[in-house]
């Protein structure tokens, strides 16, 4: 049974930080393309960070979150993350994690809310 599980998220002021964790099991990790999508209130869901698979040597970002956000894996531990630096209130989200295999399937954690407040 393929599942992801995201944490990590919560509220947090201005200028704070968090790091989310994406669980993952029931699949070759290692072999996916994992991305860090986000919804927004209102909003459509959009790419946040995406890493490519085996060793994840090439990340991309969003303009948005560039220089901000940084996002790694741990294939040990079947594990997504992102660092959320100098978080900002348009970065208030629900944050989803997904994966994506060679042949274009794709799996999708529930999300983790994240809210930036003050």
């Known amino acids: 049974q393929v599942q992801l599980v995201e944490s990590g998220g919560g509220s947090v002021q201005p200028g704070g930080s968090l790091r989310l964790s994406c669980a993952t099991s029931?699949?070759?990790?290692?072999?996916?393309?994992m991305s860090w999508y986000r919804q927004g209130p209102g909003k459509e869901r959009e790419l946040v960070a995406a890493i490519s698979l085996g060793g994840g040597d090439s990340t991309s970002y969003a303009d948005s979150v560039k220089g901000r956000f940084t996002i790694s894996r741990d294939n040990s531990k079947n594990t997504l993350y992102m660092q959320m630096n100098t978080l900002k209130a348009e970065d208030t989200a629900v944050y989803y994690c997904?994966?994506?295999?060679?042949?274009?399937?794709?799996?999708w954690g529930q999300g983790t809310q994240v809210t930036v407040s003050s």
């Open positions: 029931g699949f070759s990790f290692r072999d996916y393309v």
């Open positions: 997904k994966a994506r295999g060679t042949w274009g399937t794709e799996y």
